[in-house]
């Protein structure tokens, strides 16, 4: 079955570092990649869809300068979250989309900024 | 905007009940409707799926049946067990091969 690898699943920083997350599809090409955002007993709320080659489209209220997507080949993505701050500190997932169809998902990211 | 509530939030059994957990969501248009399991901490795993012409799917324990013209949606879980004991989050998708709109889930817990 298709997997979605992410790393790292989790991260402590101190306030004002940045943190880059990575997530890869490992036995198919991902076109579309989605990263949400989870805080404690919440849903998971989507932050931004990545397509290959192009700019991510980022959901109301999410800063783009903070979050900085990348997603320059079919196989990662990379979410860095610049000069994080506590507030940020939450459950990140990545889920790809495998010929337009299927979702999977990698595993999160737990990030805990100090 | 799709909306998708879970109810209840949190539920506690015992060994060997039956139980339902209930996913209502605000917009019948929809894909698929899918049923996830997150243990603490963790990413998700995909139970069940439902196509939008699907009334229900069935896997092991676990079966998931949709109304989709009344927005509903329930996972039956058959003769719980401990390790049953997580967050299920039922999540719909407008389209295929687009993002979900996820519910808050409901934490279970499956005592010895």
């Known amino acids: 079955g298709a997997v979605v690898s992410q790393h790292p699943s989790r991260v402590i920083c101190k306030s004002g570092t940045s943190v880059k997350i990575e997530c890869r599809s490992l036995?198919?090409?991902?076109?579309?990649m989605f990263w949400y955002r989870q805080f404690p007993k919440q849903s998971l709320m989507l932050m931004a869809t990545?397509?290959?080659?192009?700019?991510?489209?980022?959901e109301q209220g999410v800063e783009k300068d903070k979050f900085l997507i990348n997603h320059a080949s079919l196989t990662l993505s990379t979410l860095t979250v610049t000069s994080a701050h506590p507030e940020d500190s939450s459950f990140y997932i990545c889920?790809?989309?495998?010929?337009?169809?299927?979702?999977?998902f990698g595993s999160g990211t737990q990030l805990s900024v100090l | 905007k799709q909306e998708v509530t879970q109810i209840p939030a949190a539920l506690s059994v015992p060994e060997g009940e039956n139980l339902v957990l209930n996913c209502s969501f605000t917009?019948?248009?929809?894909?698929?409707l899918q049923w996830f399991r997150q243990d603490p901490g963790k990413g998700l795993t995909s139970l069940l799926l439902?196509?939008?012409?699907?009334r229900e799917q069935t896997s092991g324990r676990l079966n998931a049946s949709l109304d989709k013209s009344s927005g509903r949606s329930t996972l039956y879980i058959a003769a719980s067990q401990p390790g049953d004991s997580a967050t299920y989050l039922c999540?719909?998708?407008?389209?295929?091969?687009?993002?979900?709109?996820f519910g808050k889930g409901t934490s279970l817990l499956v005592t010895p």
């Open positions: 889920s790809a989309s495998r010929a337009g169809k299927s979702l999977f």
């Open positions: 036995d198919f090409q991902a076109t579309t």
């Open positions: 990545s397509n290959e080659g192009s700019k991510a489209t980022y």
């Open positions: 917009d019948s248009a929809i894909y698929n």
């Open positions: 439902i196509q939008s012409s699907q």
């Open positions: 999540a719909v998708s407008p389209d295929s091969g687009y993002a979900l709109n």
